[in-house]
């Protein structure tokens, strides 16, 4: 899966360094894998974000009581 995602970068930065190539479409690759890795993370460690999150939350109400 690693390899993929590397191999899939490396694709994306020869479309957005190549002069020829069309550039809209390696930022449309670049946005479309930060997106979907931004998923995977998300749905991977939402508990631990949750509970981060709300630990954060509780610090802060508390000192503003």
């Known amino acids: 899966m690693k390899?993929?995602?590397?191999?899939?970068?490396?694709k994306a930065r020869n479309v957005?360094?190549?002069?020829s190539g069309d550039?809209?479409?390696g930022w449309l690759i670049v946005v479309l894998i930060v997106v979907v890795v931004g998923?995977?993370?998300?749905?991977l460690?939402?508990?631990?974000i949750s509970t981060?999150?709300?630990?954060i939350v509780t610090k802060i109400t508390s000192l503003l009581n």
């Open 52 to 55: 981060i999150w709300n630990s």
């Open 45 to 48: 460690y939402q508990d631990s």
């Open 23 to 25: 550039q809209m479409t």
């Open 3 to 10: 390899k993929r995602m590397v191999n899939a970068l490396l």
């Open 39 to 43: 998923a995977v993370f998300m749905t």
């Open 16 to 19: 957005l360094t190549s002069k």
